[in-house]
């Protein structure tokens, strides 16, 4: 029980990633906001997984894109909580596009989804962490594509290289009130944003025998690294990324 009397909001939390990392701080002790696009049936399972555990979840629909849609949330959030303490960006997209079919379009939602969405968040949730004096945890979900490329994620990876500059960069600013800026760089977790791309099974073959523990990541893999930072055992953890890909970066030779 990290997290007893925190409130966490976690963006796309009705499936994936999301939903293990609002499972996770809820097992903490938190109160989390399970934030979805208009999956109320997918978001309800959560905060029912959540309830059947003991804990305290409300589902809250906002595309994180739209900015009035996340002061919404944020509304809404104060409302049933009264503050924030600890927000997570998780909300991603990664449509699977080669090169030469990536439209303006593709690439602006892409854009919005990815990394405005972590500034309007980011900005929203800080503002209140600064206005409530209590500091905060702010913890995105950028990528080993952060660092590598991706073939057919050119109009994806700048995402996550901005999400983790943005967490640098928020960490200067915000840390003097106490909330810490963290990302979380995923190696290939498997979920509904790659489940498309391996079902082709020499894919899926040759992206497992890279990782040398020998599997792709599991949503749960991601939530416990999530629930340390936002612990107060990460309390001197400060514009970091940590890599959690079981061990796929380094297996170049
Ligand atoms: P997923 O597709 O299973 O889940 C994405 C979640 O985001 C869903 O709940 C979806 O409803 C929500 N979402 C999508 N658009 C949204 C919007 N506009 N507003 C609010 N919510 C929205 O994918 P996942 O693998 O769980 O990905 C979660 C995060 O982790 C993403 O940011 C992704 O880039 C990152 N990541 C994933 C992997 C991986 O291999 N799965 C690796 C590195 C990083
Ligand atoms: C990640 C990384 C993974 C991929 C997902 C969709 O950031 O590139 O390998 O599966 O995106």
Redesign the pocket.
Known sequence: MRLDGKVAVV??????????IAIRLAEEGARVVI???G?EE??QEVVEAIQDRGGTAIAVA?????PE?VKRLFQETVARFETVDILV??????PFVSWFDVTVEIWDRIH???LR?AFLCSQAASRIMVDHHHGGRIIS?????ALVGGSFQTA?TP??AG?KSLMQSLAIVLGPYGITCNS???????????RDHYRDQAILERDTVRVPLGR??K?ED?AGVAAFLASDDAAYINGAEILVDGGLFVNLQ
């Open positions: 963006t796309g939390a009705s499936r994936g990633i999301g939903r293990a934030d979805h696009p999956e997918a978001a906002a595309d994180v894109a739209d849609a960006n998780n909300a991603g997209i990664c919005h989804v990815n969405g979900l950028s990528s080993i594509s994806y995402t996550k999400v979380i760089l995923p190696g290939t977790i498997l979920t509904d944003i790659n792709l990541g949503p991601i």
